[in-house]
C-alpha cells in the first residue's frame, strides 16, 4: 500500500518541550517538504529536503528543526523556541513537479 | 476536525449542478499548476495539473482552465456531489525547483 504516513494524528504539547512529528514514504520519491496550515491560510513552507542528507528552510523555518538520514523518511521536531506551535502540520512528497500529501498532524499546545 | 474552511470564500452549489472554483496566481513566470482537493481534517489530495503551454486540459469530471493573460486559473466540477464538498486550492511552481506556491482556498458547500 504506498503512499505517504505521518503519526501521530493529534499530538499535545506542554509549552518548553520539543516535540518530533514522523513522516514517511514509500513511493521513492526524492524530495520531502514540512507545511503549516493555519485556519484561513494557504500552506507555509517550513522545511524541504531535496535529497538524502541535504535540505533548506523555507518561508517559516523558524523554531523548527529536521533531519533526513534515510530517502523515506523527514521527520520533523517543533521546539520550545517555536511561539505558535499549535496547528495542523502537512508532510509532502514528490518526484518532479506534483507534491502528494500526508494525511497530516494536529499539534495542540497546553 | 480542522476547520480548514474558516474565513475562506464560499461557494454553495445544489447538488447536480457545475461547480466554478477560481485562483488568481500570482508569478507570470509560472510553469505549472496543480489543483487540490482536502476534505475537513485530511491531508490535501490531488485532482488535476496543467502546465502553462496548455490552455485546458480535462479528467473525470473536472477541467482546468488556464489564462496566463490575466494570470487566472479555474477548476470547473460537473454534475456536483455532497462528496465534492471540501476546500479546494490551486498551486504554482515557478522555475526548475519543486516547490509551490499555495492559494489560501475555497469552501465548496453542495446543498442536496
Known amino acids: 500500500d504506498g503512499g505517504i504516513t505521518q503519526s501521530p494524528k493529534y499530538l499535545f504539547r506542554k509549552e518548553g518541550q520539543n516535540v518530533t512529528l514522523s513522516c514517511e514514504q514509500n513511493?521513492?520519491?526524492?524530495?520531502m517538504y514540512w507545511y503549516r496550515q493555519d485556519p484561513g491560510q494557504g500552506l507555509r513552507l517550513i522545511y524541504y529536503?531535496?535529497?538524502?542528507?541535504?535540505?533548506q528552510k523555507g518561508d517559516i523555518a523558524e523554531g523548527y528543526s529536521v533531519s533526513r538520514e534515510k530517502k523515506e523518511s523527514f521527520p520533523l521536531t517543533v521546539t520550545s523556541a517555536q511561539k505558535n506551535p499549535t496547528a495542523f502540520y502537512l508532510c509532502?512528497?514528490?518526484?518532479?513537479?506534483?507534491?502528494?500529501f500526508g494525511p497530516g498532524t494536529r499539534l495542540t499546545v497546553l | 476536525g480542522e476547520s480548514v474552511g474558516l474565513h475562506l470564500p464560499t461557494l454553495s452549489v445544489q447538488e447536480g449542478d457545475n461547480s466554478i472554483i477560481n485562483c488568481a496566481y500570482s508569478?507570470?513566470?509560472?510553469?505549472?499548476f496543480i489543483w487540490y482537493k482536502q476534505e475537513s481534517g485530511k491531508g490535501p489530495q490531488f485532482i488535476i495539473d496543467?502546465?502553462?503551454?496548455?490552455d485546458k486540459r480535462q479528467g473525470q469530471r473536472v477541467t482546468v482552465l488556464l489564462n496566463k493573460t490575466v494570470k487566472h486559473l479555474s477548476l470547473q466540477i460537473a454534475a456536483t456531489q455532497p462528496g465534492d464538498s471540501a476546500v479546494y486550492f490551486c498551486?504554482?511552481?515557478?522555475?526548475?525547483?519543486?516547490?509551490?506556491?499555495f492559494g489560501t482556498g475555497t469552501q465548496l458547500k453542495v446543498e442536496l
Open positions: 513511493l521513492n520519491h526524492d524530495a
Open positions: 508569478n507570470s513566470a509560472s510553469d505549472y
Open positions: 529536503s531535496q535529497i538524502v542528507n541535504d535540505f
Open positions: 496543467i502546465r502553462s503551454n496548455m
Open positions: 509532502a512528497s514528490s518526484m518532479v513537479g506534483t507534491q502528494y
Open positions: 498551486a504554482e511552481k515557478t522555475g526548475g525547483g519543486n516547490k509551490l506556491t
